[in-house]
Structures are given as structure tokens and as C-alpha cells.
């Protein structure tokens, strides 16, 4: 009976709510992971061409100018205009997802490409690459930590705009956030919240883990250039602090991140 | 091309900019909401950022305010509020979530605007003579500028957004004719509010652009490299 009257009492913190409840829960969080998955994944292959038209003068400006004010339009109306074209659906949400991470990635991809050094890129020619086996095998792979930065900053914001979708009922965890507004189920909103932030933490975390997995030269070299700076000297030991290395690598990331995506100045 | 041509029709309806539900009263909210909250996030996020980016201390916490603050849901901050003892003050709740919403872009910016002025600048500044408040009004926050504005355009954009946003949980505001078309299920009503929010927040980016460039203590300098 006392387990019940946190239902009744409409308490914020309700074990029975997460109980009973617990389908309506996964559901809503595998339909949010669903929605932010399909959008940064289609929001990285859009973004990719675009960084690499961006890298002609001529394009820079348009494309660049594009996407931010892409990212300048309310989300609720983003999706309010896209209502015409698709209807009350998933792919409504999905795009307009897709065009708000477009900012963040073209950016970061960009700035990525751009950093990837000259003498790289010459001696990669001196040896006979192409362009396409240049860009694939040289300035990718260097560009791969601007780029995992951005994806990850495009996730989270992602994770959290997803939400908004409730408008149109593809809201994920949203959904019941909007749901519980209506019904003044204080349980439901606050545990849907708590789930969204949750998921936000851990698609970054994933996504630390995949970065740190795929560029393991950024954590090789942290160390050499910390001490001396070109010369290539390895001190004995270095390499051993595995966990701080790490720990740097976010704050860098991040930092690095957050400047990429909000310092340069829209046109 | 029937909705673009029914949200004409309905912009051009002039009913539907009068009255309680209309969009010059929509309009005066949203822009009241965000103005006073603009305010208000200013005063709290520039000094607080501008004297820890003077003083280089705090930066773990001005970087991952902003990490933080893209992780939370604005609607999901919007509806606790609502549902909080404060859903009882009117507009309280909105105001708040505003608030909370535009700190964050401006600490984060105007921090490593500060972080990122050259030191060998400041050094030469100090070298000089001057004290530390010279160096921050006459060395710093001119070089600091341009992502200490950076900032505060992030952060107006955002809370036009969280204010449009804010009538997902029941409050005024422009979003308001959205949230009432999808009701009424009346697809040229969203597709008419829709643009104008998208207008509006296009208008307020702008205007800060220019007021930045306006305002510009570089501005007309040779040598910089902006």
C-alpha cells in the first residue's frame, strides 16, 4: 500500500512509477537513442562533402554562412516548417536534428582538415598519393580528433534537442517529459529529465572511450611534446600514465571543442 | 506549396496579428521575456567570466558550464520549473530557465576570450607599468572583445529559442501560435509562426552583428588581425 502512495501523493522520486512504468521508460529511451543515432550518423556523411567543399575560397562563405543560421532557427521551428514536407513522423525530427549538427560538424571537420600540416600533405604527394588516397589516408586520419570532438559536442546537443520532438510525438524521453506537463505527473517528468542527461553523459563517455581508441598517436606524442618541441625524444616512462593522458585528452578536447564550435565568427 | 501559400494567407490575415492571441501581443512577450533575461544573464555571467579570465583562475568550470548546459534539455529544465511551487508565479518559471539557459555561452566565450589574449602582450602591458586594471580595461578586454560578443550572440539566440520554446509548457510567446496550430492541427498557423520565429532570431543575430562591429573598441585600428 505505502508503495503505491508515492503514485497517489505525486511525489517527485517514485520507485513504484519506475516499476510499473518501466516499458513505457525503455521504449521512450530506445526511441531517443534511435532518433540521435540516425541524426549525427546522417549528419556526419552530409557534413563531410560540405567540409570539403568549404575548403575551396569559393565555397567557404556560402556554406559556412548556411549552416549557422541553419543553427540560428528555434528548433521548435525548425521542425514547425519542416511540418509540410513531412508530416507528423520520425524523419521530420531526424532532419531537422541533422541540420543543427551540421554547424558544429562542417566546422570542426573543416578546422580539422585545416590544421592537418603542410609538410604531411607534401611528403604524402612526394611519395605519389593521389588526392583521394591523400584525403583518405593522410588528412583524415589527422583530422580524426577535431572531428570524433565535434561529433561528440553534435551528440550531446543532439541527445538534448531530441526532446523537442514531442511537438510532433517523436520526442523520445521528451515525449513523456511533454506528457507528464499535461497530466502534472511530477515522477514521470523528473525520471524521463534525469534519463535524458543521463544519456547525454554516456553517448560522450562512449564516444571519449571510441577516441581514444581510434587516435592513439595524440596520446604518444602528448607526452614528447609536453617536454621538448619538435625534436622527437621519448622519455622512459612517459607513456605510462594511460589514465592521465586521458584526462587531459578531454579538457583539450573539450576546450579545444567548444572554441571551434562558438569562436568562429559567423558570417 | 499549399501551406506556404495557406501561411501566407494567414500572415495576411490581419485578425491574426490583433488581440490577446495575436501576434503583436506574442511578439511583445517573446521580446520581453528575452531582453530581461538577456539582461540579467549578462550581468551575472560577463564580470564573473571577465574576472576569472583576468585573474586565469576557474577555467575547468567556465569550460564545462557550457558542456553541461548543452546536456540538459531546455524543455525538460522548462517543465520541472513549471511543475515546481514557482509554476504558481506566472512567468517565473520561464524567466528562470531564460536565465540559466544564456549563462553558460557567455561565461564559456568571454573566459577563453580573456585566456586568449597573448600573454607576451600582458607581459609588455605589466612590463609598461601598468596595473592590473589597465591591463584589463586597456589590454585585455579590447583583445577579448570579439568572443566576449561571440558570447552574447550564442546566448540571445539561445534564449529566443528556450523562449519559443516556453510555450511547450504553457507560457506566451511567439511559440504560442505554434503550439496552438499543431492544436487546432492547422499546418499553415505553424508554418506562419515557425517563420516568424526563425525571422525574429535571424533579426536579433543580425543586429548584434552589427552592434558588435559598431562597438568595436578595434574597430578603424590598422596592423590587427581580425
Given amino acids: 500500500m505505502s508503495k503505491q502512495n508515492c503514485l497517489v501523493a505525486n511525489d517527485w522520486i517514485c520507485g513504484e512509477y519506475l516499476r510499473s512504468r518501466s516499458q513505457d521508460l525503455t521504449d521512450a529511451t530506445v526511441q531517443h537513442i534511435g532518433i540521435t543515432a540516425a541524426s549525427v550518423a546522417i549528419g556526419v556523411l552530409v557534413a563531410f562533402p560540405l567540409a570539403l567543399l568549404a575548403r575551396r575560397k569559393a565555397f567557404a562563405g556560402p556554406v559556412l554562412g548556411l549552416t549557422t543560421v541553419l543553427y540560428t532557427v528555434p528548433s521548435l521551428a525548425m521542425f514547425s516548417l519542416l511540418l509540410p514536407l513531412f508530416g507528423l513522423s520520425a524523419s521530420l525530427v531526424v532532419t531537422g536534428l541533422v541540420m543543427y549538427s551540421l554547424t558544429i560538424l562542417v566546422r570542426n571537420i573543416l578546422a580539422g582538415l585545416q590544421a592537418v600540416p603542410e609538410e604531411a600533405k607534401e611528403a604524402a604527394r612526394g611519395l605519389g598519393y593521389g588526392p583521394a588516397r591523400l584525403l583518405w589516408e593522410v588528412e583524415l586520419p589527422l583530422a580524426l580528433p577535431a572531428l570524433l570532438a565535434g561529433v561528440r559536442i553534435a551528440t550531446v546537443s543532439t541527445v538534448a534537442l531530441t526532446t523537442v520532438g514531442a511537438i510532433v510525438d517523436y520526442g523520445g524521453l521528451g515525449s513523456l517529459i511533454l506528457d507528464g506537463l499535461d497530466t502534472t505527473f511530477k515522477a514521470q517528468v523528473l525520471t524521463a529529465s534525469v534519463l535524458c542527461v543521463l544519456l547525454a553523459l554516456a553517448a560522450d563517455l562512449l564516444l571519449l572511450g571510441v577516441q581514444w581508441l581510434l587516435t592513439p598517436w595524440t596520446r604518444a606524442t602528448r607526452a614528447t611534446r609536453a617536454s621538448s618541441g619538435p625534436r622527437i625524444r621519448r622519455r622512459p616512462g612517459a607513456g605510462g600514465g594511460g589514465p592521465l593522458a586521458k584526462a587531459e585528452d578531454t579538457a583539450a578536447a573539450s576546450a579545444g571543442g567548444a572554441s571551434v564550435a562558438k569562436a568562429a565568427d559567423p558570417v | ?226
Fill in chain 2, 1 to 226: 506549396m499549399n501551406a506556404i501559400s495557406g501561411a501566407w494567407d494567414w500572415l495576411t490575415t490581419g485578425a491574426n496579428w490583433q488581440g490577446e492571441k495575436g501576434v503583436w501581443h506574442r511578439l511583445t512577450e517573446h521580446l520581453y521575456f528575452s531582453g530581461v533575461c538577456l539582461a540579467v544573464a549578462c550581468l551575472i555571467a560577463l564580470p564573473l567570466a571577465l574576472w576569472l579570465g583576468h585573474l586565469g583562475k576557474g577555467g575547468a568550470l567556465a569550460v564545462n558550464i557550457s558542456n553541461i548546459g548543452r546536456a540538459v534539455p531546455t524543455l525538460a529544465v522548462l517543465v520541472l520549473l513549471t511543475l515546481t511551487p514557482l509554476g504558481e508565479h506566472g512567468d517565473l518559471p520561464t524567466l528562470i530557465a531564460l536565465v540559466l539557459f544564456a549563462v553558460p555561452p557567455m561565461l564559456t566565450n568571454a573566459y577563453l576570450g580573456m585566456r586568449e589574449v597573448d600573454r607576451s602582450v600582458v607581459e609588455a602591458a605589466r612590463g609598461m607599468g601598468m596595473s592590473g586594471g589597465q591591463v584589463f580595461r586597456r589590454v585585455e578586454l579590447p583583445l577579448a572583445y570579439g568572443l566576449v560578443m561571440t558570447g552574447i550572440r550564442s546566448a540571445a539566440v539561445q534564449v529566443v529559442a528556450t523562449a519559443t520554446l516556453a510555450a511547450m509548457a504553457g507560457e506566451g510567446g511567439l511559440g504560442r501560435i505554434i503550439t496552438a496550430g499543431f492544436n487546432l492541427q492547422n499546418t499553415p498557423q505553424v508554418v506562419a509562426g515557425a517563420f516568424l520565429v526563425a525571422l525574429l532570431a535571424l533579426l536579433v543575430e543580425a543586429a548584434l552583428v552589427l552592434a558588435g562591429k559598431a562597438f568595436d573598441p578595434m574597430r578603424g585600428r590598422s596592423g590587427t588581425a581580425r
